[in-house]
């Protein structure tokens, strides 16, 4: 049997997520009533980094609108129409935004991870674009979705080729969790060093206005060498430089998978470097996370919704980046502005307080955890290079060129 092409509605069923009730409360603290946003979809799966649950209440008004293992969602509304996620078992039973819609495959005759492979490439994202005329601000209607055209080979080739793909991402996802492990390790130590105040010759150090004689009070503002929003890009996928974007800042890690390519000259100063901190601070949902930037990356800014904060060379990098990210909670309260408009202001960044170790114990943890850390680097140069040869194989095993 050829590949042929089919459309979404002769494979698939296509649904519509469902409108909250007015006056609905969104709980931080689990329960069973996991709730998918549009900004939680992207890049081929459902990233939750400030999950929010359903009252028993607000489920029991939508529980037909939910998603199960092997199905895809897509966004519909707003600039990001067209993401793409894979429902794993992790997300079965979740209730679906309206902003999103899920597409239920028959999987007799088309691989469900196979379709979401196809439809998280850059050209089906711009299919969908077209859908909606172009515009950012659009609705993709199910009934555009149900036209959508996807090219399949006879289903035992989908399967193979979701496997090829799958085990690119099985990689990457192992290097994310065991730089989480090296992180946490990191943040443990500082935490016992720096928070509980067990540093090495604590006993014998006289506490001095509630800090350690010797260390020294000071504030973001004094301790950083540029602090900076990015740019506004000019996005070009075919151009070298690279944009780092909110999406990117997740799990107090920078996250690529998200990133995009823009043509705009960039002044050296917002080109990121190794050790700079990044603050989302702009909007809801995303506004102050923070991650810091643990590996060179040629030609890579931020946009104007990101914060550059690069320390002094005088300042330890490590226990200056670990500090602004334990503060993350505390930033994401600090925006201004009407709903959704809220702005994170370089002012109060710079207004954060920060406490500065004497050399000797910061010295230290700084040689402790470098190897954590340049353990970090190697796997997240791992990560990019998986994702650049995924990223080559997938279209040229979506239209038949490299055969499996």
């Known amino acids: 049997m050829s590949w042929h092409t089919a459309k979404i509605e002769d494979i698939a069923s296509v649904k519509g997520g469902k409108r909250l009730p007015k006056g609905h409360d969104f709980l931080a603290d689990p329960t069973e009533h996991l709730y998918i946003r549009a900004r939680d979809i992207g890049n081929n799966r459902i990233t939750l980094t400030d999950a929010v649950y359903l009252t028993d209440d607000t489920y029991n008004k939508i529980r037909n609108y939910t998603v199960s293992a092997n199905d895809l969602v897509v966004t519909i509304v707003g600039a990001n129409i067209g993401d793409v996620g894979f429902v794993t078992n992790e997300f079965d039973g979740a209730n ?26 850059p050209r089906a994202k711009e ?21 959508f055209d996807v090219v399949l080979p006879p289903i035992a080739v989908q399967k193979r080729i979701a496997c090829v793909l799958s085990a690119y991402d099985n990689l990457i996802e192992n290097n994310q ?4 492990l090296l992180e946490q390790a990191a943040r443990l130590l500082f935490k016992e060093w720096f928070v509980h105040l067990r540093f090495p010759g604590h ?37 070298p430089g690279i944009v780092i974007n909110q999406k990117c800042i997740r799990n107090r890690m920078v996250n690529l998978d998200f990133a995009r390519r823009q043509s705009k000259q960039v002044p050296p100063s917002k080109l990121v470097q190794f050790g700079d901190v990044l603050i989302n601070s702009t909007g809801t949902g995303t506004l102050g996370r923070v991650a810091q930037l643990m590996l060179e990356i040629d030609e890579c800014t ?25 503060l993350e909670s505390y930033i994401a309260t600090l925006g201004r502005g009407a709903t959704n408009q809220t702005e994170l202001s ?18 230290m943890f ?39």
């Open 203 to 239: 006993e014998h150090t006289k506490i001095i206005d509630g800090v350690p004689e010797g260390w020294e009070k000071t504030t973001i503002n004094e301790s950083a060498s540029f602090i900076s929003r990015g740019i506004t890009p000019k996005y070009d996928d075919d151009a």
């Open 366 to 404: 700084e040689s402790i955890v470098a190897p954590d850390f340049r353990q970090i680097r190697v796997l997240s140069a791992q990560i990019e290079k998986l994702i650049k040869a995924r990223d080559l194989l997938l279209p040229k095993l979506m239209n038949g060129e490299v055969a499996v």
């Open 346 to 363: 370089k002012d109060v960044i710079a207004a954060l307080e920060i406490v500065l170790p004497s050399s000797r114990p910061a010295q």
């Open 96 to 121: 679906l935004t309206e902003n999103a819609a899920r597409i239920r495959v028959n999987e007799k005759v088309c691989d469900p991870r196979f379709l979401s492979f196809q439809m998280s490439t």
């Open 302 to 326: 931020v946009d104007s919704h990101v914060t550059i904060v690069r320390p002094r060379e005088d300042v330890p990098v490590y226990y200056f980046g670990l500090h602004l990210t334990g």
């Open 177 to 180: 969790r065991r730089i989480q």
């Open 127 to 147: 299919k969908f674009q077209l859908l909606t005329g172009g515009s950012a601000q659009g609705k993709l209607g199910l009934f555009k979705i149900n036209t």
